[in-house]
């Protein structure tokens, strides 16, 4: 084994709606505020907003090469009944064969009602998480629905997705069809790797960076894998 020393760069992007009410950007914990709201008071049409939308990027060696890992986690309110549909989602990635793919896992999903005054959750089951072919041959999707969302449910998911495909970063969206009161979007970057960053759109977006330092373990030449596109998770 070698190290590597690499200096991160941290870029941060970050969009937030000041909200009178209080929210919780905590995952698995829910206010009060949230589940008793009916209405978003900046927009009274919208059927539901997102009241927080994280995502987390960073780099990790695996078998000798980089991998680049994105943790996503989201929580929406539904005000409507046409918001309903906000709780069917759907996670796309790159499957070209079983060893050349992306991988989504840690995957979680609730529900949160308050039913006769008491708080009640309803997680995700795996048995209900399907796999569709989309787009084209080369790529698919997760997708599942969020167990007794209704009217008036917060609900709330996370997952990870792990890719060896190190020169394709995907975009990060800040605003959505529904409203969105805070959007924060972090991803360190190692010097080795150089991307062109754009910022799109007719929101006010705060953008930070820093760096920081971080050494990586490498394997010796002699033990390095002989395909460098395939991702063991």
């Not at 990586?216 to 998770?233: A, T, V």
């Amino acid at each position: 084994m070698k190290r590597i020393f690499f200096i991160l760069v941290l870029f941060t992007f970050e969009i937030s709606n000041i909200y009178s009410q209080e929210f919780s950007y905590k995952y698995g914990d829910v206010t009060n505020d949230e589940l008793t709201m009916t209405v978003y008071q900046k927009d009274t049409t919208a059927s539901a907003f997102v009241i927080y939308d994280k995502g987390n990027t960073y780099y990790q060696i695996t078998n000798g090469y980089f991998n680049v890992v994105t943790e996503c986690q989201q929580k929406i309110k539904i005000l409507k009944e046409e918001g309903v549909n906000n709780a069917t989602i759907s996670i796309s990635f790159y499957y070209k064969s079983s060893s050349v793919r992306e991988v989504i896992d840690k995957l979680e999903a609730t529900s949160y009602n308050l039913e006769n005054g008491k708080l009640v959750k309803t997680k995700l089951e795996k048995s209900y998480i399907v796999e569709e072919d989309v787009i084209n041959e080369n790529y698919k999707r997760l997708k599942f629905s969020i167990p007794n969302a209704k009217v008036g449910s917060v609900i709330e998911f996370k997952y990870r997705k792990i890719s060896n495909f190190s020169y394709n970063l995907d975009s990060w969206l800040i605003q959505r069809e529904i409203p969105v009161i805070y959007s924060n979007y972090e991803i360190k970057i190692p010097e080795y790797f150089i991307y062109k960053i754009e910022v799109k759109g007719f929101e006010k977006v705060d953008v930070s960076e820093t760096s920081e330092n971080e050494t990586f373990l490498i394997p010796s030449q002699n033990n390095m894998p002989q395909d460098p596109i395939s991702c063991q998770c």
